[in-house]
């Protein structure tokens, strides 16, 4: 069945039916009218989805209801379930279930543009669309059409229990429902975007950490093929390792019992008070507890996934930054990490690194992040697709004092320009690395391939394993600088 876009442009006739500011527009579920901020006109607050509560709970997402008139899309819905923090990517709450919402970001008079979808961070336990670091507005004013959406969290977005295998019976996907809201979003993407004035088929998606996390996952599913075009994953992780769903199952009953809920009864799950599942606390990602091989959905690992050819074969940019988390700050996590190496294995990468001070600084990044990122854009090259690697070695004069290389997540404010979202001062100097970098995320988007005039060229990923650093002095092209102690950590892991 035609959507309702669809017949509009079978008519000829502009469906966007905008007024004249361009700040109203008609979609398939209705009107929305945005807000307009110099040559910029977001909309906030859109349902891509029915609202996740009551028997919608633990479910697939299901299609958003209409509405009459037009609604008012000039303020951000709530954020997913989480507990609420003031880091910068988690954005004002409330917090509630119903959060299956998505912004647009687009240039006024916008046509055809090229779309970057976000999928933020958070570690699948926190974070939403909303923050102001990922307002949209200044890559919009570089011609493309941004959207920015939320996906459940936490054992609302990623749970097993065999009450939910059971009353799915084999015909409903299980268990990763945050990674179904984002195809979810693709989706709505894919039948409204137009009435933004984007391309459908010239769709990005980027995401950081989990975020990138998510990026990876969405390029191995059957459910989110043909939905993009082109993927960009920073600190995307890459080599950690999920629970199968029986294993989930029996993780979901022992959570439930300390509920109060021992039955397999699916609605006995859904009345527990969101509060209580909160406050029993989060899964943790580093463990293996979400998001879940489900078997049909989600069937191996991402690294096995990208080494085996079996994921989407798109332009892919990806990287890490410099000092993702310096060991001090691993804790307990530091020696589990480093267990599984033979003797030998980890003699080796000892040797790697200039001192035991550098390796015990950096040999937990480099082992989450940095040779993850570096194999699997090496992984994807090897398809044909062309491949970018990135290092972000960028550190403001105003961040703490005790960092010594660019820490998780400090990438973000300079690739959407929202530098005044910055968890510590930023100058004239970041405001400049600030342009050139989402600069060559915004050609990225346009292209696949992040080059153009003004900026340093960025090398295609292949054996000459050259990155692009991003360096306080501006974007330097090398050998990967680090090359020995990322090789001998791809060795122990063979």
């Known amino acids: 069945m035609k959507t309702i876009a669809a017949l509009g442009f079978a008519l000829g006739i502009g469906l966007a039916a905008t007024t004249a500011a361009g700040q109203t527009v008609t979609i398939d579920t209705g009107a929305l009218k945005g807000a307009m901020a110099g040559d910029v006109v977001s909309f906030k607050g859109i349902p891509f989805a029915a609202p996740p509560i009551g028997p919608l709970r633990w479910r697939a997402p299901a299609t958003a209801a209409k509405w009459g008139g037009t609604r008012d899309a000039t303020r951000y819905g709530a954020v997913c379930m989480q507990t609420l923090s003031k880091d910068n990517g988690v954005g004002p709450g409330p917090a ?13 008079g916008a046509k055809t543009l090229p779309v970057m979808v976000w999928i933020h961070g958070g570690g699948l336990v926190n974070g939403s669309g909303t923050a102001d670091l990922y307002d949209g507005s200044a890559l919009a004013r570089q011609g493309v059409v941004v959207v920015t959406l939320n996906y459940r969290l936490g054992r609302f977005g990623f749970f097993a229990h065999p009450a939910l295998t059971a009353e799915a019976a084999g015909a409903a996907p299980l268990a990763n429902y945050g990674l179904l809201d984002q195809v979810a979003a693709l989706k709505w993407v894919g039948r409204n975007i137009a009435a933004f004035g984007g391309d459908p088929k010239a769709v990005t998606i980027f995401g950081e950490s989990a975020g990138g996390m998510s990026v990876n996952r969405l390029m191995m599913m059957d459910e989110a093929k043909g939905l993009f075009v082109r993927a960009i994953v920073e600190s995307g992780v890459g080599r950690e390792r999920s629970q199968t769903l029986k294993e989930a199952e029996r993780a979901g009953a022992t959570f439930a019992g300390k509920l109060g809920v021992t039955s397999n009864d699916p609605a006995a799950l859904r009345a527990i008070p969101a509060g209580a599942i909160i406050a029993a606390g989060d899964p943790d990602i580093f463990t293996g507890e979400l998001p879940i091989l489900d078997g049909e959905m989600l069937g191996e690992n991402a690294d096995q996934a990208f080494a085996a050819g079996r994921m989407a074969k798109v332009p892919y940019l990806a990287g890490s930054n410099s000092l993702e988390i310096p060991g001090a700050f691993l804790g307990p996590r530091f020696e589990r990490m480093l267990a599984p190496m033979s003797a030998d294995h980890l003699a080796a990468i000892r040797r790697a ?11 937990g990044s480099d082992i989450l992040f940095g040779e993850p990122a570096r194999a699997l854009t090496a992984d994807v090259a090897r398809t044909g697709a062309p491949a970018y690697l990135y290092r972000f070695s960028v550190l403001s004069a105003g961040a703490p004092k005790m960092l010594t290389g660019a820490p998780h997540a400090s990438d973000r404010q300079y690739v959407f320009k929202t530098l005044n979202a910055s968890p510590w001062p930023t100058d004239a100097r970041d405001a400049a690395l600030a342009e050139t ?42 050998v990967t600088p680090d090359a020995a102690s990322l090789n001998a950590i791809a060795a122990a892991r063979k």
Request: proline share 9%; glycine share 6%.
């Open 96 to 108: 509630s279930e119903d959060c299956l919402t998505l912004n647009v970001f687009s240039p006024a």
């Open 353 to 363: 690194y200039d001192s035991e001070a550098t390796f015990r600084n950096h040999v």
């Open 437 to 478: 970098i989402s600069a060559y995320w915004v050609a990225f988007a346009k292209t696949g391939d992040p080059n153009g005039p003004g900026r340093p060229a960025w090398p295609r990923y292949d054996a000459a394993d050259r990155l692009i650093d991003f360096t306080n002095d501006g974007p330097v092209a090398k």
